[in-house]
């Protein structure tokens, strides 16, 4: 949040009342104004829920408090900047915005014609790219906890780092009930690794116990092979088992029909060709097995095999015994299905899994939004999911793109707003418009709005325009993606700003560069008569390459034509090719597009013309010539009467009658000598 000072008794937001003691607020397209009331008492808050008419609530809207001391009377007045979406000025999270884009567009931009299983394929792995991402930005985050030195800003990065870990948990088991859809078996070996992914990681404890000198003597050991049982990592576990078995000569018998049970255990594969009832069959079997040794007391003996053999039996006091190892109630519920139910059926996760959460809590604590959402999801609830995400998440960035690939997924096509747009485009145009608020993320905006068919243009021509022009490269850039999607609104008015602000500076040719690409006639003309303005003060003109280079924009405005053409005359001047010039500068006074103030001007650069040694002028433009003096002199013109009394006109005046009486006198005597001859 951002503070702003200012001077009482500025009143900021409307309608605020001077006389109470209360904190008024007013939202704008990405932030929100606060400010305390002139003479209430200072302090307050802005929290989750609290919004003008039509808002709805942002997600993740922390509290914002107002800081302030003092019990009222006058007080100098404040105002707080909030922003509604903080996440996008956090710059470790520059990586998520910007590589997610390039990911969202490649999914725009996916062959359609990609059908059943390949289809599948590319939105399963799209989807994976997106979560590898989260991880790569939870990672950066997590290092930058570590070389964080102030308490602050490491708490900060440890709380993004906890969101960014919640928001790749969600994901990843969208991933496997939405988007992959795993069938019954292969559910159960997604939801596995999902565990063992987010769950718990025990390689920490696992190197502390091997790399001791008698393993199976530390006091860890036991908890390690439990987390691995647990996880329906058989493997390790027996390795383990073997250590046991090395070091104690007594259970190496305990130990051999312990590691033969967990070899035994039938789990699902993705290669193998079996049915779903062979593999029910199997493990009812095994399920048997397991169950004789313990009620023979095979495992008597030794309490720590005994509890995994009644793990292994799916035995749900067993297992919730080993809570402390589990952490969280989806560990729990994948333990207990990996046990007791491993070919469920995805329509039967439900069940599972509120009885799991319930039997997990125990009524100790109460579901936290992360439960809820979760349970959402076991529940096929996806716009549940969606819905939750929006109020507990920090930003808009997850359940944009989550809906997006579940949109493509072809699972959210019969649900529409009511105001409209399908939930898909609401929470893209959300997503984009808080984009815009940053000051160079907004050029992501840009294509997220492109990709909403119903109202991505009209979000983009009002946001657009909102853009600061800080600097020439940005008003192009601007520029160029308006002309592109042909916003010719746009274009004209950001081309207008340019050119005001390139006139305030006095750079005249770049203000007539974006008049001309602005097609104003109006404000070209007046840039034009600020170059013949200069022209007539300083004797040459400024920016020569842009007005040789004019060709067909000059015909945007009369002025501006006649300050290209009144260019080509001095050019053909210096060229001495002085017969065009002659021809080209009484055109531009006959035709009348040359401004009547500059006609002084343009009768005097004739007068080396009149007065070259070789004749220039035939009598006919002699007589052009003298018309246009003598309109301009006796106050004919159409636009401006000539002000007789100021003397260096006058003497300008007595030079053009003298040159242009010499010139017809020369001129006669040459076309009656050549008519003699």
Known sequence: ????????????????????????????????????????????????????????????????????????????????????????????????????????????????????????????????????????????????????????????????????????????????????????????????????????????????????????????????????????????????????????????????????????????????????????????????????????????????????????????????????????WYHFLVTRLLYSHPTVKPMELQFYAQSSMDLFLGGESSPEPLDTILIAAFEFEMHQVIKECSIVLSNWWFVAHLTDLLDHCKLLQSHNLCFGSNMRESLLLEYASGLFSHHSLWQLGVDYFDHCPEY?????????????????????KVLRICEQRQMHEQVRSICKIMAMKALRNNRLGSALSWSIRAKDAAFATLISDRFLKDYCERGCFSDLDLIDNLGPSMLLSDRLTFLGKYREFHRLYGEERFSEAAKLLLMLMTAHIAPCSFWMTLLTDALPLLEHKEVIFSVEQTYELMRCLEDLTAGKSDKQKFQGDNDDENIKVEMLRLALARNLARVIVKEGTLEGS
């Not at 991505?456 to 008003?475: D, M, S, V």
């Open 1 to 328: 949040m951002e503070e702003l000072d200012t001077e009482p008794p500025l009143m900021v937001v409307p309608g605020a009342d001077p006389s109470s003691r209360q904190l008024c607020f007013a939202w704008g397209p990405a932030e929100v104004l606060v400010c305390e009331t002139l003479f209430g008492r200072r302090g307050g808050s802005l929290s989750r829920g609290e919004a003008g008419p039509g808002r709805a609530v942002l997600p993740g809207a922390l509290t914002r408090c107002v800081a302030g001391s003092g019990e009222g009377g006058p007080s100098s007045s404040r105002v707080f900047v909030v922003r509604r979406d903080q996440d996008i000025y956090i710059q470790t999270l520059r990586k998520l915005f910007n590589e997610s884009h390039g990911i969202f567009i490649g999914l725009q931009r996916s062959e359609e014609e990609l059908a059943g299983r390949s289809r599948k394929a590319q939105l399963v792995q799209v989807s994976k790219n997106y979560r590898s991402v989260i991880r790569a930005c939870m990672e950066d985050m997590h290092q930058a906890a570590i070389s964080a030195r102030d308490p602050a800003l490491h708490n900060q990065y440890l709380t993004q780092v906890s969101i960014l870990s919640a928001m790749e948990l969600i994901w990843n088991l969208c991933e496997i009930l939405f988007v992959e859809a795993a069938g019954a078996g292969l559910l159960l070996l997604r939801l596995l690794d999902w565990v063992r992914l987010h769950v718990c990681d025990v390689d920490s404890m696992v190197r502390e116990v091997l790399s001791s000198e008698n393993p199976s003597k530390h006091e860890l050991f036991w908890k390690v092979v439990d987390v691995f049982v647990l996880q329906g990592r058989m493997d390790e576990a027996r390795h383990l088992l073997s250590k046991e078995a090395s070091a104690n000569p007594m259970s190496v018998n305990m130990c051999k029909i312990l590691d033969d049970l967990m070899k035994k255990m039938p789990v699902p594969s993705l290669g193998n060709t079996q049915t779903l009832t062979e593999m029910e069959l199997k493990w009812q079997h095994w399920h048997e097995e397991c169950q004789r040794c313990l009620q023979e007391g095979t495992f008597a003996s030794n309490s720590h095999m005994e509890s995994i053999c009644k793990i292994l039996l799916g035995d749900e006091d067993a297992i919730l015994e080993k809570k402390e190892l589990m952490t969280t």
């Open 456 to 476: 991505g243009r009209a979000y983009l021509e009002l946001h657009i325009e909102r853009i600061p022009l800080n600097t020439e490269q940005k008003a192009l």
